[in-house]
């Protein structure tokens, strides 16, 4: 089991930006990494991952709500996977999760994903 502690979280103005960072315990380099974020009374949805070619590229895939705005990116020598956001906005506002599994290709599904971070809370205020 992969253990993974997400960090960077905080309180922003509409506009700004912030960055996530999550930290792996184990050799990750081979899954897919994402991140979530799960607003009060809402589901947990799905925001950016990243995922293994089999090489040494990684692919990128974000939710349509973030795409031009975030950017994830990840660092196997330190095991730690980032989420540079930007242009952030009120409807940004939840606590964001990282999490990690093999096998998993594209997935934007979060029962897919069997690691999972404490979270940490993104407020962004207008």
């Known amino acids: 089991q992969v253990q993974l502690v997400e960090s960077g979280g905080g309180l922003v103005q509409a506009g700004g930006s912030l960055r996530l960072s999550c930290a792996a315990s184990g050799r990750t380099f081979s899954y897919t990494m994402g991140w979530f974020r799960q607003a009060p009374g809402k589901d947990r949805e799905f925001v950016a991952g990243?995922?293994?070619?089999?090489?040494?590229?990684?692919?990128?895939y974000y939710a349509d709500s973030v795409k031009g705005r975030f950017t994830i990116s990840r660092d196997n020598a330190k095991n730690t996977v980032y989420l540079q956001m930007n242009s952030l906005k009120p409807e940004d506002t939840a606590v964001y999760y990282c999490?990690?599994?093999?096998?998993?290709?594209?997935?934007?599904?979060?029962?897919?994903?069997?690691?999972w971070g404490q979270g940490t809370q993104v407020t962004v205020s207008s």
């Open positions: 990243t995922r293994w070619s089999g090489t040494t590229t990684y692919y990128a």
């Open positions: 999490a990690a599994q093999g096998g998993v290709g594209y997935s934007k599904t979060p029962t897919d994903f069997g690691s």
